[in-house]
């Protein structure tokens, strides 16, 4: 049973413009949500996260949008950069709910930003 | 912060084998995670640690793996008869306790032959 649906698999967007990367959970109690960017060969590196008290949250260029009652959340990635070329990963975890504090991933987006 | 450390970052072997894999976490962050990662695919839990407790272990853990965290710093993995579908990316994260992020090492690249 797979926890978190990431689409689309793979993305190109044009320099500027904005990538655009959803997620479904199934289950109701997660309560953490972070975004996470992975280059070939290297671990993954948080981006942003958000908890579900919140719509939305944004850092720069990043924003994630949460529907709680959808149970899906999404990122945005504004003014697309070819620096932006990446693999991106959701993930959710429900440390507050005492249950598994371990990360739960989606499948992954690779993503192209062309010049 | 220096960043989590894994070590070696590459490890061939022979099926059969047994390899040990090392994660130095973040300083003064207590608990310590074990993901593995396949070619295309996210990172899956295997365990974790707070301080030198392990507290939670994945089904994903068959009986061959152990880990550790004998002082509450670094970790080690340790896959014992290792077969060629444990081919695959190992990473380590830490975090400074519940309700904080966690960090990722760069990885241990297994291949079994």
């Known amino acids: 049973q797979q926890q978190v649906k990431q689409s689309p698999q793979s993305l190109i967007v044009q320099k500027g413009g904005i990538s655009i990367i959803n997620c479904a959970y199934e289950?109701?109690?997660?309560?953490?949500f972070p975004w996470y960017q992975q280059f070939p060969g290297k671990g993954p590196a948080l981006l942003i996260a958000?908890?579900?008290?919140?719509s939305e949250k944004k850092e720069g260029r990043f924003t994630i949008s949460f529907n709680k009652s959808a149970k899906q959340f999404s990122l945005h990635i504004m003014d697309s950069q070819p620096g932006d070329s990446a693999t991106y990963f959701c993930a959710a975890s429900n440390p507050v709910g005492g249950g598994a504090d371990g990360l739960t991933f989606g499948k992954g987006t690779h993503l192209i930003i062309q010049p | 912060d220096t960043g989590v450390s894994q070590n070696p970052r590459h490890k061939i072997t022979k099926r059969g084998q047994n390899v040990t894999f090392r994660c130095d976490p973040i300083?003064?962050?207590?608990?310590l995670y074990w993901y593995r990662q396949t070619l295309g695919q996210g990172p899956e839990f295997l365990t974790y640690?707070?301080?030198?407790?392990?507290?939670?272990k994945s089904r994903l853990l068959s009986d061959r793996f152990s880990a550790e965290r004998p002082k509450g710093s670094f970790s080690t993995l340790e896959i014992q008869r290792t077969e060629q579908g444990d081919s695959a990316m190992y990473l380590c994260?830490?975090?400074?306790?519940?309700?904080?992020?966690?960090?990722f090492g760069p990885g241990t690249r297994l291949t079994v032959t």
């Open positions: 958000i908890r579900p008290d919140v």
């Open positions: 300083s003064e962050h207590n608990r």
């Open positions: 994260a830490s975090s400074r306790g519940l309700l904080y992020e966690q960090y």
């Open positions: 640690f707070q301080n030198e407790a392990q507290l939670e």
């Open positions: 289950n109701t109690a997660f309560d953490y």
